[in-house]
């Protein structure tokens, strides 16, 4: 059951992730968008991280993409217009992808093929929000006061940047 | 196939049966209860006392015409109400509706009363709430109109702007149990201090919730776009605000998301605030008070019968009455007692709390959105946050308070 | 049925960070940019949790969690300087903010 699950959620990570990138009006990868980060909370739910999965579904897909939606209507953002520039990114564009990724997923096939055991849901029930919640109060303290000042800077950064001049 | 996949696939059906079934009628009520607040009868044509008329709106809604405007993105306009309306039903699948009984043929089994619980069930009702957001947003957007964009855009930033304080006055409920799932939440309101003061979270020792509870139902109001916050979707504003060039069904799939979002926030209080399926005094005497109630409901039935003059209500009134004697002797019955009389207190409570939503919506005018914005910027928010800094005080300082 | 192999959750990752990266080079839309990096932090958070389902250690949560509330301060500052950028050039292709002059 577990390895449908996967199968569905990469299956969809990857066509959203294409879509992502081949479609041409920033509304539809926004949405493309969305796919991938719904698919990578079920496959966090299948390897036992339910505090982040919930987390990725309530921070990434509810405030970050409807961030993304706000200003891709509000400023009417139009199909991207299709430059002819370069010659040797259309031809050698996506090959070169393949350069990069094919090599890479080669290398971690066979570096962790031997040594690890296969996922299977529920093998590990350590992934809840006491045992995240635990470590980031006493382990990751000091991480986790800067970053409430990271977010105090950049909420002021935010503001001060989209405010209206004062003329 | 196995026996717990057939329990909760019989539960699943019980429960969409009982959710659609509600939703219809709620819009009943809902006109009903404003008719009176306002001085008028309502609906009361469509069979005896308007009870039909939830079919007939169903018929009206399926027969209209079902157009397409101009040059609208065609993808996202049909997804927008697909995506509300399944958000909004998903929610009702983890609300617990009473404790561990026995299968009623099977004497071996136990099952929950609720369709499943989830260990982080107070977050997985956060994330569908954020995430109907873009069904609001794309409606608006696709459908080419700029006062459906504008209704949209507003509506949706009302929604995310309340998620905050929703978000942080949900936590204190969630200090004083310390669970997430729903299940352990109800399950840790379930003593009576002194006896007969149920230990509800907003009558609980460290800190009592009342002022969550009263900012929570704000939140609630405001994320479901009701009175007095639904500027967004007025008709003397906005034309009808995201959806108006929706017609017929996909009308439909709007109007019950706005519904089943109601009964969800209810259900999520009830679960939260008032303690989920626990009585309001100790166990022997509180199981008959349903039929307490349903036998005082029919002698009034049968008393009115003979007074009112309209011209059906001697027929239906005593029948009714009936209805209500029989509910009454369901409800006395031992054996079923351990069903339906927790799912008769979780009903009581949200009911309650969906007239209080009504009762709103008849009395309160509504928000400018500035005033709106502001009141969840500067007013509600720091008063979550103060509610919440004060109930991890006082359970810092008072652990395990019984 | 056959369990999956933890590779397979490392090769996800690596398939959409390169898609990331593609979408990040090839894309001129400013905004589909941004959702490029958005997606790339994505794949290293499956990666960070997948290493943490192998240790059976809860740490590679918490960073991830810090990747996602890095993330979300960068879109929010990143998406105030699009705004800039588009009412003080009028255009949202990035070959077209090409002279440093206002």
Known sequence: MDSILFIIAAVAAIGCGLNLVLQSHPISSALSLIGVMSSLALLYLLLGAEFIAMAQMIVYGGAVMVLFIFVIMLLNAGAEKRSDKSLFARIFGFPLLAVFVVPLSFLIKTTFSAQVSDVSFGSWVGGTAEAVGKQLFTKFLLPFEVISVLILIAILGAVVLAQKEID | ?402 | MDHIPLSAYLILSAILFGLGVAGFIFRKSVITVFMSIELMLNAVNLSFVTFSYENKNIDGHIYSFFVMVVAAAEAAVGLAIILTIFKNRGTLQIDEVDSMKL
């Open chain 2, 1 to 402: 196939m196995s026996f717990f996949i057939i329990v909760t696939l019989v539960k699943i059906a019980i429960v969409f049966g009982v959710f659609m079934t509600t939703l219809a009628y709620l819009q009943w009520v809902e006109r009903k209860v404003l008719a009176h607040i306002q001085s008028r009868t309502g609906p009361l044509r469509v069979g005896p006392h308007g009870l039909l008329q939830p079919l007939a709106d169903v018929f009206k809604l399926l027969t209209k015409e079902d157009l397409m405007p101009p040059h609208a993105s065609k993808f996202f306009y049909l997804l927008a109400p697909f995506i509300a309306v399944s958000l909004a039903l998903v929610s009702i699948s983890i609300i617990p509706f009473g404790p561990v009984v026995d299968v009623p043929f099977f004497p071996g089994h136990k099952t929950p009363l609720g369709i499943t619980d989830l260990n982080v069930g107070i977050l997985f009702i956060l994330a569908i709430g954020a995430i109907s957001v873009y069904g609001i947003a794309l409606a608006g957007w696709s459908s080419n109109n700029k006062y459906s964009l504008m209704g949209g855009l507003r509506s949706s930033a009302q929604m995310i702007s309340y998620e905050l304080p929703f978000t942080l006055v949900i936590i204190s409920p969630l200090l004083l149990a310390n669970e997430l799932s729903f299940r352990g939440i109800v399950n840790s309101q379930a003593d009576y201090y002194l006896n007969f003061i149920p230990r509800w979270s907003i009558f609980q020792m460290p800190f009592p919730q009342i002022f969550g509870f009263i900012i929570f139902m704000i939140a609630g109001f405001a994320e479901t776009n009701r009175i007095p916050f639904d500027l967004p979707e007025a008709e003397n504003e906005l034309v009808a605000g995201f959806h108006t060039e929706y017609s017929s069904m996909k009308f439909a799939c709007f109007f019950m998301a706005e519904y089943a979002n109601m009964v969800t926030i209810a259900c999520v209080a009830t679960v939260l605030f008032l303690g989920g399926w626990h009585p309001l005094f100790p166990a022997p005497y509180s199981d008959w008070v349903p039929t307490a109630v349903f036998l005082g409901a029919s002698f009034l039935l049968f008393a009115q019968g003979n007074k009112i003059g309209r011209k059906g209500d001697h027929i239906t009134f005593p029948l009714f009455g009936l209805a209500a004697l029989v509910l009454a002797g369901v409800f006395a019955v031992p054996m079923l007692q351990t069903y339906i009389v927790p799912i008769f207190w979780f009903a009581a409570k949200a009911g309650f709390l969906l007239f209080v939503y009504i009762w709103i919506r008849g009395t309160l005018p509504r928000f400018r959105y500035d005033q709106l914005m502001h009141f969840a910027w500067t007013f509600l928010f720091p008063c979550a946050l103060i509610n919440l800094l004060l109930t991890a005080l006082m359970v810092a300082l008072f652990p395990n308070q019984k």
